[in-house]
């Protein structure tokens, strides 16, 4: 054989070694016995092979590294426990330094890091058990170096003083909320105060050596059997018998008997195959050992998982123990059978419950409970209407802050609300109390018979909120549902409690407060044209698709709510105009935004009613354009609201210019956002809080005003002025007001095939060539077949208002297009063509010649129009084609900037920043 040079030799080992790396892997999983311990005769048969180390592993270049194989390595594997109570003393060690000498800053820090670590290792549920005694110990001298301080704060820093107050909260928080087997640590640490303990080291001790011989597998037998917690601490110093070890009792040596784990332990420490793995971790589960198919195929319920759990928890002689979900803050009874219940004990009472308020370990129903037994015996004991109030009132903010979420508060859940705030109005009204925000605790009166009753509080807060979150329950609703009907039933009950609030205010409260509930009652009727009477009735309790899902699983229905005291006046009602002068004059004198949103909806309310020169006079003498920039979001979008009904009310009233100057600035920049009527949850370019502020800003279906008569009014009215524009001008619109219809229009005629209009725009740009080519029959056709008329009340007037207008519009258009192939006109020509009175006719060809649009003359001895032709000189021409380039310039220049801009840099100021 040829002589071999060292490199070729290398790169023979490399590829052994390579081949080697890859095959390995491969084999170890075919067998649960490669390269393991065995008897004296496998390891002679095999001594050529390298054999691996206890800790050796394989090596690129080497095969095994058996550096390690003749050392024998001391390596201790702590168990779960051991290595808890070590990281606890590591931060009661650190904590105690900051302590002593005090640093209540680096303490503030220090403290959630120690309370985590007991948060995180509670004992099974059931299972009574006693804290560490190193915790209770370092908790009984937290408390004691924070009382000791509490009294010298005022001497500390700002800093020092701040985070002492933090402690001093977060410790009697962890202390009260967390539930250590079946007491809280408070309780264990008033036990500990009386009868210190120690925690019995020799139990974690055992389970160390344990766990050296099982070679880590001592932490999935601890984790079974409730975590480190349930062992340290739970042997007393005067010891247990040795009955209650055999029995299973609350001791350290029950909990680290680890022998029913110790077989299966034994069996894999046999098969243990390639890095601790063995063949039968890699089968599924249909072909390992025990398993059973019909209990793989149905799932565990939660009825199932709570009886498993339930299971667990035992008492020392075996029964079971079964734990309420919420057990009573109070218990059955509040006050003890000899004690007398007057208005003094109620209060001190009603402090106490009120003072469990906001803890997390108690639920609103805890609360609310106890509070409606004590409601129930202030009332049978006379202890006052002011007590009863004083209640009442804490009931209902407890109903609030249940309701305190992301998503919009139930319709039972409002219904109670509901209730609670019309109980109190009435109990106010009855007993003549004051209920007020400038109430202060000095002045406040609950006790005192002798005196009018004085709470302090803010009614006008819960209405509010109220209709706040029926608005926010309509806009998540889908608005063609029978449930978007069904909750807007509330509507006028909620008006219902408004007017009972009206009511007390006029009789208890400041012009302040009656002008924000006068506000929203005026917010509730402003948009409606005409009053429908209602019969007195009560909140809606579920919806109708609630309902079923109930019927189908035969669940109890809730019943309507009984019907509250109902205020509602028809007769006044039913004269809305009048309602809505005498709410919104008192709205007048105020300043800011009560009287900018009185007087918006009494402009919006005039509109809708088509009074166009009272609502016209009122945005005037007003001045709003000028102001309504620095207004909320809301009151921009009720000013965009008003300025659409306000061109529609011209609309009607026949003035097709004021009605498209009003109306232009809303429809081009996206009238659906500048309206609120579009809310888009998945646009990515806006962050979470955007999202739900536009959400939040969204007008509720019912108060929409339909885009499709929107966008009818608006492009009418644009043809209605453009069309003989575009007639007088034809390829030169230089005097065109609104350049997007005559893009829109250049748009459709540029369009190969032209069929039957499909949607309004095509309609009216239909409409518009008919009217070019004096069609008014075609044209009047087209307009007055569009949907959106029979939208407004009187849809008949407006359509024979339309039809005149569109004759006139086109015999001006016709004149202008047709005038350089006429010499002469007759006046009863015209007439006949256009069906027009030849009075009309005259009138309009007579502004036609006094505005220099029409070059002509009347001859009254024959009755016709005497066209003056003029032809235009070469500068006028090359003026005129001047003209036309540069128009065709601007129109590209606007497009490239739409384009490479955006609309948004366009838009008017008050536009650009949101609403």
């Not at 402690?167 to 264990?188: A, C, M, N, P």
């Not at 009018?452 to 006008?460: S, T, V």
């Not at 499709?708 to 069309?723: I, P, Q, R, T």
Request: charged share 25%.
């Amino acid at each position: 054989q040829p002589q071999q040079t060292p490199s070729s030799l290398y790169f023979r080992l490399l590829l052994l070694i390579t081949v080697a790396d890859d095959l390995i892997p491969t084999l170890c999983t075919m067998s649960s016995r490669f390269w393991l311990g065995s008897d004296s005769s496998s390891e002679s048969s095999d001594s050529d092979a390298p054999a691996p180390a206890a800790g050796g592993g394989f090596s690129a270049l080497g095969g095994f590294d058996s550096s390690d194989s003749e050392s024998e390595t001391d390596t201790r594997v702590l168990s779960k426990a051991q290595k808890t109570y070590n990281l606890m003393s590591t931060h009661i060690s650190d904590l105690m330094g900051v302590i002593n000498p005090p640093d209540w800053v680096a303490a503030e820090e220090l403290f959630p890091s120690l309370t985590a670590v007991l948060d995180s290792n509670l004992p099974a549920e059931g299972v009574d058990k006693r804290p560490p005694a190193i915790y209770m110990k370092c908790m009984m001298d937290v408390q004691d170096a924070v009382n000791a301080a509490w009294g010298k704060r005022k001497s500390l820093s700002r800093a020092a003083s701040r985070s002492l107050t933090k402690i001093r909260s977060q410790l009697k928080r962890h202390l009260t909320d967390i539930v250590f087997g079946l007491k809280d640590l408070e309780t264990h640490l008033e036990a500990f105060r009386e009868s210190p303990y120690e925690d019995d080291m020799e139990a974690l001790g055992a389970s160390e050596a344990e766990s050296d011989e099982e070679d880590g597998s001592e932490e999935e037998s601890s984790s079974k059997k409730g975590g480190f917690f349930a062992a340290a601490g739970s042997s007393d110093e005067s010891g247990s018998s040795e009955e209650e070890k055999d029995d299973g009792g609350d001791t350290d040596s029950s909990f680290w008997d680890d022998s029913g784990d110790e077989v299966v332990i034994e069996q894999r420490s046999q098969e243990q195959g390639f890095h601790g793995y063995v063949a039968s971790d890699f089968l599924k589960d249909e072909f390992k050992a025990g398993f059973n198919p019909e209990e793989a195929d149905q799932p565990a319920s939660k009825e199932a998982n709570t009886i498993r759990r339930i299971q667990k928890a035992t008492k020392k002689k075996g029964e079971m123990v079964v734990h309420e979900e919420k057990k009573k803050l109070f218990g059955d009874q509040l006050f003890e059978k000899e004690e007398e219940i007057n208005a003094e004990s109620v209060k001190l009472k009603l402090e106490e419950i009120l003072a469990a308020r906001g803890r997390k370990a108690i639920s609103v129903d805890q609360l609310l409970e106890p509070l409606r037994r004590l409601l129930k015996l202030a009332s049978e004991n006379k202890c006052g209407g002011g007590m009863v109030a004083k209640i009442m009132l804490a009931v209902a903010a407890i109903q609030f802050d249940a309701a305190q979420t992301s998503s919009s508060m139930s319709p039972y859940a409002w219904a109670t609300c509901y209730q609670d705030v019309t109980n109190i109005f009435c109990h106010a009204l009855d007993e003549d109390i004051l209920i007020s925000s400038t109430v202060t605790e000095e002045t406040e009166n609950i006790t005192d018979a002798s005196k009018p009753f004085q709470l302090m509080g803010d009614m006008l807060h819960f209405v509010e909120r109220l209709d706040f979150e029926l608005l926010r329950s309509l806009r998540r609703l889908d608005p063609h549902s029978p449930d978007y009907v069904f909750r807007l039933r509330d509507d006028v009950v909620l008006y219902n409690l408004i007017c009972l609030a009206e009511q007390y205010s006029v009789k208890h409260l400041s012009n302040a407060q009656i002008g924000r509930v006068r506000l929203m009652r005026v917010e509730h009727i402003y948009y409606k044209p005409n009053y429908v009477a209602t019969t007195p009735r009560g909140p809606a309790l579920i919806l109708p698709s609630e309902l079923q899902r109930q019927v189908n699983r035969d669940e109890s229905l809730p019943t309507t709510g009984p019907a509250p005291r109902w205020v509602i006046n028809d007769e006044e009602e039913s004269d809305l105009s009048a309602l809505m002068e005498r709410l919104c004059k008192f709205l007048y004198s105020f300043s800011d935004r009560v009287r900018v949103r009185g007087l918006l909806c009494h402009i919006y309310h005039h509109a809708i009613m088509g009074r166009w020169e009272q609502c016209r006079d009122l945005m005037l003498m007003s001045h709003l354009q000028d102001k309504i920039a620095q207004a909320d979001d809301h009151t921009q979008i009720l000013f965009n609201r008003t300025m659409v009904q306000m061109g529609i009310c011209a609309f009607r009233a026949g003035h097709t210019s004021l009605a498209l100057t009003a109306l232009h600035e809303i429809y081009q920049n996206r009238p659906r956002n500048i309206l609120a009527q579009q809310f888009n949850a998945y646009r990515h370019d806006k962050s979470e809080a955007e999202i739900k502020r536009e959400e939040r800003r969204q007008t509720p279906f019912h108060q929409h005003i339909n885009l499709d008569l929107l966008e009818s009014v608006y492009h009418v009215s644009a043809m209605l002025n453009d069309v003989p524009i575009i007639a007088q001008h034809q390829n030169s619109p230089l005097n065109i007001k609104q350049r997007t219809f005559r893009r829109h229009l250049d748009t459709f005629c540029k369009q190969v095939f032209n069929g039957p209009p499909e949607n309004t725009r095509d309609t009216i740009m239909s409409a518009a060539l008919a009217m070019l080519k004096g069609d008014w029959q075609q044209a009047s056709g087209f307009i007055l077949g569009l949907r959106a008329w029979k939208l407004l009340p009187n849809s008949q007037e407006v359509k024979d208002m339309l039809q005149e207008k569109i004759k006139v519009q086109t015999m001006r258009a016709y004149l202008f297009k047709m005038s350089g192939h006429f010499d002469s006109v007759g006046v009863d020509a015209l007439a006949k063509q256009f069906g027009l009175e030849e009075k009309l006719v005259f009138k309009t060809v007579s502004k036609l010649i006094f505005s220099n649009g029409l070059h002509a003359s009347f001859d009254s001895s024959s009755n016709v129009v005497l066209i003056h032709k003029s032809e235009a000189t070469p500068i006028q021409r090359l003026a005129l084609q001047y003209c036309e380039k540069l128009n065709v310039f601007i129109d590209a220049n606007e497009r490239l900037y739409d384009v490479t801009v955006g609309r948004d840099h366009a838009r008017p100021r008050r536009f650009r920043k949101g609403w």
